[in-house]
């Protein structure tokens, strides 16, 4: 069956993964419109795609011709879109960032939950081929998780790009995906958190500062012996001048590292793993995987084609954010937090 689909907002990977899965999944997805806040982009696009463009993403989702909606990119509009979509009964591909307010994300899950659609949030990291291989190791070959370490060093944006002047942490929506990352990769929700961070000074008055540097501590031990289950250390920065490329290719870490009971991975995503155990080191190639892009696009169309609503994806990111929020507190008030 092929899936009739709008386009709303046209994101930063939309020439790299969206696009070329869509076209590669041809058979499968048919875009009957594109929307997007910036006029000139979404006409270009309807153009490639050999469709039509519309004027706002409320027109988009009432169209006859459209089955299902894949948000791709952020906007002014925020989610509503997907209230929108609710309304209407159709099901949503949710690409955008999930950082939005707790009361927000709780909001979006009653409308998703009440009008019984499909729900998928892109959670890259989970379906990278790294990612896929690691959980067969671990079945397999590692054994449980012990220890994870998560590095995400970013380069420092500059002029009006600057994040002191965006008014947003720059770390926010990294942290946020990679604690949806460890808790899929141990297989369990963490029971306490910690966090400490760092804020650039303040450029003007009422200014807080931004935060270039957050590390988050999440425990995932049984209450009663806290210390002695899996832990996952997040580490994201961004204090580099982006211009700094010799200073940024530094001895760089790997992107993740997990050590188990019976070996030890080191991963950069998308498709870079090495492992190690008694025998020594291990690598396989991945690069020949299936793109993510259209591991992702595929599980939507048998979420809506099959008529089975998958709210689990949204359940995963209201705790990421909810997870996030306690991490907040904890760095307010000096403790560790435990999670309810």
Known sequence: MKLRVGLIGLGNAWENRHHPAL???????????????????????????????VEGFRDLVHREDVDAVLMLGDGWYGVVPVLAACASGKSVYFARSIDIAPEQAADMHRHVQRAGIAFLAEFVRRHSPATVRLKELIATSLGEPRLLFCHARNPLPSGADHPCIGGTDPCRQEILELIDWCRFVVGSEPRWVVSTAHRELPR????????DYQSISLDFSERELPGTGAMAEIRCSRYIPHDWTEALGYRPQAGA????????????????????????????????????????????????????????????????????????????????????
């Open 23 to 53: 076209r590669a999944l041809s058979d499968r997805f048919e875009v009957t419109a594109v929307f997007d806040q910036v006029t000139h982009r979404a006409a270009t696009a309807a153009a490639l795609l050999e469709t039509v463009h």
């Open 204 to 211: 003007f008055p009422n200014d807080v500062g931004q935060v």
């Open 257 to 340: 590292q997990i050590a188990c009971q019976r070996g030890i991975a080191f991963l950069d995503l998308p498709s870079t793993l090495v492992w190690f155990d008694q025998a020594g080191r291990h690598q396989e190639p991945l690069d020949n995987e299936r793109p993510v892009g259209q591991v992702l696009l595929t599980r939507f169309h048998r979420a809506v084609t099959s008529l089975v609503a998958k709210a689990s994806d949204l359940e995963d990111a209201c705790r990421a954010i909810h997870i996030l929020d306690q991490a907040a507190r904890s760095q307010e008030e000096g403790r560790r937090i435990e999670l309810a």
